[in-house]
């Protein structure tokens, strides 16, 4: 076998700070890797609720103090044993018919509670619109198909008071992987479709096919290390492969709604995204992609201009849907 079957060699390197960036996408750039401690053993339950507490004080530490600052009534509610936030932002007109369902992110594994609550807040906030944010199950306690089976169980009661044009789906990591695998699934079901979906660096390959799982390992300082043990802890003895563990691979021809999509060049998943991108458009499906120059998973925390000019991206998305 020759070195062209093997791959391509990369010798280490530094990779510099790009100057063109605003001093705040510098600054998170400048932070260095985020370390993560190597992921238990599968059988291990303890230990992986144990490493999911820890984690889940990390998260909120960094999203609680941007969500205080939102002004919103937040009603936690029961749909049909589906815990759910329920979150009005302040200026949002009672008469106002938008809704945005929310899904958080997180590995599949974390992310709920409080940091669901947190990470809605923020987003409703963004959006202008009413959201419903789903605390869905999780592993180690329940895997797959419990997180999907709550979203889809949240959908059905927002299809109960809301008409489906009204409706847009979003997800971000994680939640992006819940949200595109929810509109299968639903489509599937015979349920009407949403008015669009918002998929934010999305984890739509479980199997981690994609080419920047090698090519921006080490280089994402969010994501630094494949989420294979997450994923197969989540996915339990089905195949990863299947479109609604991996919606990547699903039959966009039989239908799917307009999707924006955005993720970072220096993104683990950037693969993902513009692949999801391409099976879209080859399915003659309306979608956007956006890519940020430098950013790692999830952006500059929100906390950059370059984090501000998605949102509006992402707002005159939504709006012109909604409206559509």
């Not at 002004?71 to 932002?89: N, Q």
Request: proline share 7%; hydrophobic share 45%; aromatic share 6%.
């Amino acid at each position: 076998m020759d070195d062209t079957q093997l791959g391509l060699h990369i010798p280490a390197r530094d990779i510099p700070i790009p100057t063109f960036l605003s001093p705040e996408a510098q600054a998170v750039l400048g932070m260095g890797r985020f370390d993560e401690a190597e992921y238990p053993a599968l059988d291990d339950l303890a230990a992986w609720r144990s490493m999911i507490e820890a984690r889940d004080a990390l998260v909120l530490a960094l999203v609680e103090p941007r969500a205080a600052l939102v002004e919103a009534t937040v009603v936690d509610t029961d749909l049909d044993g589906v815990r759910t936030f329920l979150i009005t932002p302040n200026r949002v007109r009672e008469d106002d018919p938008r809704v945005s369902l929310e899904i958080h992110g997180g590995g599949l594994i974390m992310g709920g509670g409080a940091c669901c609550r947190a990470m809605a807040m923020s987003s409703a906030d963004a959006s202008g619109a009413r959201t419903w944010a789903i605390d869905y199950r999780m592993p180690p306690d329940d895997p797959y198909p419990a997180s999907l089976d709550d979203c889809l169980t949240a959908y059905r009661a927002l299809l109960g008071e809301h008409r489906p044009q009204d409706i847009i789906v979003r997800g971000a990591s994680a939640g992006g992987n819940l949200a595109a695998a929810l509109i299968l699934r639903a489509r599937d079901e015979g349920l009407p479709l949403p008015a669009a979906a918002v998929l934010m660096t999305p984890e739509i390959d479980l199997t981690e096919s994609g080419d920047s799982f090698h090519a921006n390992l080490g280089v994402d300082s969010v994501l630094t290390q494949s989420l294979m043990p997450a994923n197969l802890l989540y996915a339990g003895d089905h195949d990863l492969a299947h479109p609604y563990l991996s919606p990547l691979f699903g039959d966009f021809t039989k239908g799917f709604p307009p999707t924006f999509l955005a993720t970072g060049t220096r993104d683990l998943f950037l693969s993902n995204t513009v692949r999801m991108h391409r099976a879209l458009r080859a399915a003659d499906i309306s979608a956007e992609l956006h890519v940020l120059e430098s950013a790692p998973h999830g952006g500059f925390f929100g906390a950059a201009p370059e984090d501000a000019a998605l949102v509006r991206e992402i707002r005159r998305f939504c709006d012109t849907h909604w409206a559509g």
